[in-house]
């Protein structure tokens, strides 16, 4: 199974902040990484897929890059809505497995 | 608007059954693969399993493999999951998913909880 490991497990910052979500995979998948975004008692919503590809209606100040094993989410000039969990999700190979996620806190 | 409603979640005593259902509308249910995607609670996403568009292909996870069955009645727009021999691990929030390798669209989810 690939294991996907995500940093950090949680983040504090503060409005109008730029932060970095990492995620690291056990091998190579291709660019087929998807990022979630989950509010409390909430389902979870994409934010991008193909590693890089920003799903329709999400704001452009969310972006993805990476290749390889190696992965992240940018989220430019935080906004007070930003406060989630953020999860990864490699869709390369079955079993499909999630990140462990990321806990973002505002300041 | 695509929309995924789950129903059929509940308390059921380990050992026993459970059948989720998940009302798909807003698309052509018939041209996408499915899947269930379950969360316990205040933990992380795990997926659970994945059925082709037409049915004749599905995926499970170890844990769920020979108990959980996945299948979908296209002409009725909904997507299923049978669970059998339920254990405490099994308690978590299922969500239907719409899959385009990545899981797109997400329902509301539907809590089961198994314990005595």
């Known amino acids: 199974d690939i294991q996907m490991t995500q940093s950090p497990a949680s983040l504090s910052a503060s409005l109008g902040e730029t932060v970095s979500i990492e995620c690291l995979a056990s091998?190579?998948?291709?660019?087929?990484l998807a990022w979630y975004q989950q509010k409390p008692g909430k389902s979870p919503q994409l934010l991008i897929y193909?590693?890089?590809s920003l799903q329709d209606g999400v704001p452009s100040r969310f972006s993805g890059s990476g290749s390889g094993t190696q992965y992240s989410l940018k989220i430019n000039s935080l906004e007070s809505e930003d406060a989630a969990t953020y999860f990864c999700?490699?869709?390369?190979?079955?079993?499909?497995?999630f990140g462990g996620g990321t806990k973002l806190e505002l300041k | 608007e695509v929309q995924l409603v789950e129903s059929g979640g509940g308390l059921v005593q380990p050992g026993r059954s459970m059948k989720l259902s998940c009302a798909a509308s807003?698309?052509?249910?018939?041209?996408?693969?499915m899947a269930w995607v379950r969360q316990a609670p205040t933990k992380g996403l795990e997926w659970v399993a994945t059925?082709?568009?037409?049915?004749?292909?599905?995926y499970y996870r170890d844990s769920v493999k020979g108990r959980f069955t996945i299948s979908r009645d296209n002409a009725k727009s909904t997507l299923y999951l049978q669970m059998n021999s339920l254990r405490s691990e099994d308690t978590a929030t299922y969500y239907c998913?719409?899959?385009?390798?990545?899981?797109?669209?997400w329902g509301q989810g539907v809590m089961v909880t198994v314990s005595s």
């Open positions: 807003g698309f052509t249910f018939s041209n996408y693969g």
């Open positions: 999700l490699q869709d390369s190979e079955y079993p499909r497995t």
């Open positions: 059925i082709s568009y037409d049915g004749s292909s599905t």
């Open positions: 193909y590693a890089s």
């Open positions: 091998e190579d998948i291709y660019n087929n």
């Open positions: 998913t719409r899959v385009r390798r990545y899981f797109d669209y």
